[in-house]
């Protein structure tokens, strides 16, 4: 939420004051749906288009409150694995139906809440049965299924209009949930970098989710899609910019004083306890 906070702060400051893309009238609701997490509900008013890649918050915090109480039910009844199971089949049930209704026009559910969450689920699978998984993609073994999930993603990512395919919700959606997976599970076991070469990536992904806010907006910014090469090159370089003063100035700072509070929390509790017992 800071970083969210700080971004939409910035872009209503940017588009306030030069009014780069037109959008000056569109600040309120854009800052609206983009705080409440509604980018990804269709028809209501998304506000400036400069920030409609915050359709995917919105799904991964949809997510949120939504599973637990799923995962609820699931516990209760000893059939967690059950319940996951059930819900990624009906996810992927959700997302075929809609697939049919707008055919042939399948990009039209690229951005629905219900079009990515099973791969949501196979995380949340893959979470609790962590142990099982763990002993699985051991050694050899996960560094073999790391490197070839490094490489599909990487081939897909140069596929950005297989949103107009099918497949790309019931097959690949799921298929990129196993290869972060098989990724999440080989970098776990790193008690340390492997090589200095990584450094860069490691530094990539500190900054990533502020990178993810801004990148889009500063993308509208320096012009109309396709860029050119020098405004592409650009974006990237203000985009990095922008997610490194997000996490030296917000971020980090937020990250610290909450775990301040955590421990004051932890510190609170057993003394708490005592004076119950004791009384």
């Known amino acids: 939420m800071p970083a969210l906070t700080f971004m939409l702060v910035g872009f209503a400051v940017i588009e306030g004051l030069w009014n780069l893309l037109g959008d000056r009238h569109l600040i309120g609701q854009s800052i ?5 997490y509604t980018m990804n509900v269709p028809g209501i008013d998304h506000g400036s288009g400069a920030l409609s890649h915050l359709w995917t918050l919105a799904t991964e915090e949809q997510f949120y409150l939504l599973w637990p ?31 049919v209704v707008v055919s042939p026009e399948t990009y039209k559910i690229y951005s629905l809440p219900t ?92 900054v990533s989710y502020a990178a993810y806010l801004w990148n889009y907006p500063i993308a509208n910014w320096f012009g109309e899609r396709p860029l050119s090469f020098f405004q592409g090159s ?3 370089v203000a985009t990095l910019l922008a997610a490194t003063i997000s996490w030296y ?6 990250s610290l004083l909450r775990r301040r509070f955590d421990s004051r929390k932890a510190f ?10 004791t009384n």
């Open 32 to 36: 609206i749906v983009g705080l409440t």
């Open 69 to 99: 109480i799923a995962l609820a039910l699931g516990i209760r009844r000893a059939k967690a694995d059950l319940m996951t199971c059930i819900s990624i089949l009906a996810a992927l049930g959700i997302c075929a139906a809609s697939i």
């Open 115 to 206: 079009s990515w969450v099973a791969a949501m689920l196979i995380g949340a699978l893959a979470r609790l049965r962590e142990v099982q998984v763990g002993a699985f993609l051991t050694g050899k073994t996960s560094r073999t299924f790391a490197i070839v999930a490094v490489a599909i993603l990487s081939v897909l990512s140069f596929a950005p209009e297989a949103k107009d395919w099918p497949g790309t919700y019931l097959a690949l959606g799921p298929l990129i949930a196993l290869c972060s997976v098989a990724i999440i599970f080989e970098c776990k076991s790193w008690v340390r970098l492997p090589s200095a070469f990584l450094k860069p990536l490691h530094w990539l992904g500190t």
């Open 234 to 236: 650009a974006s990237i």
């Open 249 to 254: 100035v917000i971020e980090r700072p937020a």
């Open 268 to 277: 609170k509790k057993p003394a708490e306890s005592h004076r119950v017992i």
